[in-house]
């Protein structure tokens, strides 16, 4: 079910049913402690998190990528972390309604200023409604990298790629970048 990507970084996904569109969840590790990344629900993964650390947060990307986050929060007893509303330009009223909708309102609004587990660093992407997290060398977004047609595409992730160094890229859909980031620029 989990993908390697480093010794510290693994992956699981599956094609979501409506679109056709592969979707990834990542698990970041650090001192055995592990933080999921837009985790999808699917029977086992808490049993396969548990083998691999032990879960002490949930951190969402955008909105739209609710997937498993709040399920999966509850049912570890685990925060949740979800992009602070006004920071990335979310509709407040219908963001609040949701928040409500999918029993988020224990949920821990993050920013660039937030303190996260594992020393993850959020970056607002501009225009994207999205925050991007810095893990060791590793920028990790979840629709940003995804581009028309399928392509990969960086408009908006630039100045974010260069302002953190981040060498590769873990994306909420589509293929990893595990090294040479910097090089695609």
């Known amino acids: 079910m989990f993908e390697p990507i480093t010794r510290n970084i693994f992956r699981w996904g599956t094609i979501d049913g409506e679109t056709g569109i592969m979707m990834y969840s990542h698990l970041l590790l650090r001192e055995n402690k592990a933080v999921l990344v837009d985790p999808l629900a699917m029977p086992g993964v808490i049993k396969m998190i548990q083998i691999?650390?032990?879960?002490?947060?949930?951190i969402m990307t955008t909105y739209p990528h609710l997937r498993?986050?709040?399920l999966l929060s509850r049912q570890?007893?685990?925060p949740l972390f979800i992009p602070d509303i006004k920071a990335i330009n979310e509709d407040e009223a219908i963001t609040k309604m949701f928040i409500d909708l999918y029993s988020m309102k224990e949920a821990r609004q993050y920013n660039e200023s937030t303190i996260l587990p594992l020393?993850?660093?959020a970056y607002i992407i501009p225009g994207?409604?999205?925050?991007?997290?810095?893990?060791d060398d590793f920028l990790i977004v979840g629709d940003s990298a995804y581009g028309l047609n399928g392509?990969?595409?960086f408009a908006s992730l630039k100045p974010?790629?260069?302002?953190?160094?981040?060498?590769?890229?873990l994306s909420g859909h589509l293929e990893d970048i595990p090294n040479g980031l910097q090089d695609m620029l």
């Open 151 to 153: 392509k990969l595409t």
């Open 76 to 78: 570890m007893g685990i």
């Open 68 to 70: 498993g986050c709040s």
């Open 119 to 121: 020393d993850i660093k």
């Open 52 to 58: 691999l650390g032990d879960p002490i947060a949930v």
């Open 160 to 169: 974010i790629i260069r302002k953190t160094a981040a060498n590769g890229l």
């Open 128 to 135: 994207r409604h999205e925050m991007a997290l810095k893990f």
